[in-house]
């Protein structure tokens, strides 16, 4: 169903109309059905080399059928080398989670084929002129707190900025209950901590550079720093910043 809606959806973003049912019948998988449909009945009809764009992608990761999902667009980039269709067609895909701590297989993954574009923490300049556009919901040393709490995460700082300038919290508030599961970043501390939680090896790796401030490079080291987790500073692998350190000592029992 998910296919089906997904197919029919593009179709209506481009004008076309549907034929939905001549494509899905047969015993082809429903994976085969959607590209078939997209590769012969869609990108025929449009005039010219054009761009899928999906934004919120990270939606997806809580699927059953996440893997299917993704390994599928992967084929699709996979077969732009020889199928003139979806040489036509680029995938843009955007999201607020780094994928890598979720995709299993990194053949399956369509994340690690192509250009990754990765927004780089603010700056105390540009915190700054984020506050302004905000109407200015800090002061000067509260911004400097901030910093020290998220250390310019783009999204934990807008995410503060927001809430004091809309009133769902105050500038107090949001520091005095930065780690707490119903605080201001609660929603996505708890995010992150139930993926880690699903992956016992992912959670043991944490857990370990909590403790001893090192780990080794492989797999697990690599999804953690890809997730924006964690990061090498000098010698050493720390958590990101002050609010991940506090936040899964805690909830890993460190």
């Known amino acids: 169903n998910f296919l089906i809606e997904f197919c029919l959806m593009i179709g209506d973003a481009l004008g076309l109309p549907e034929e939905i049912d001549p494509y899905w019948q047969g015993r082809r998988t429903n994976i085969m059905k959607c ?89 105390r300049s540009e915190v700054e002129e984020l506050n302004q556009r905000h109407n200015t919901p800090l002061d000067q040393q509260q911004l400097d707190e901030l910093m020290a709490w998220v250390g310019g995460h783009p999204f934990l700082t807008r995410l503060a900025l927001y809430q004091v300038a809309t009133g769902k919290t105050d500038p107090e508030s949001l520091f005095t209950q930065a780690t707490d599961d119903n605080g201001p970043f609660g929603d996505h501390l708890r995010h992150y901590l139930l993926r880690v939680l699903q992956k016992p090896d992912l959670k043991q790796a944490l857990a370990r550079i909590c403790r001893e401030h090192r780990y080794e490079e492989n797999q697990m080291f690599h999804r953690l720093k890809g997730a924006g987790l964690v990061m090498e500073v000098g010698q050493q692998v720390v958590l990101r910043n002050r609010l991940y350190t506090r936040y899964f000592e805690e909830h890993l029992n460190v």
Do not use: C, K
């Not at 080399?49 to 809580?62: G, K, Q, S």
């Not at 003139?84 to 990194?106: G, K, V």
């Open 35 to 123: 590209s078939r449909y997209l590769s012969e009945h869609i990108i025929p009809q449009v005039d010219g080399p054009f761009i899928l764009a999906m934004d919120e992608v990270e939606r997806m990761l809580t699927s059953p059928f996440q893997t299917n999902f993704f390994g599928m667009l992967r084929t699709w980039h996979n077969n732009r080398a020889y199928d003139q269709n979806f040489a036509n067609m680029s995938l843009f895909l955007s999201s607020s989670t780094e994928p890598y701590l979720f995709i299993d297989n990194p053949n399956q993954s369509p994340f690690n084929v192509a250009e990754v574009f990765t927004l780089q923490d603010f700056t």
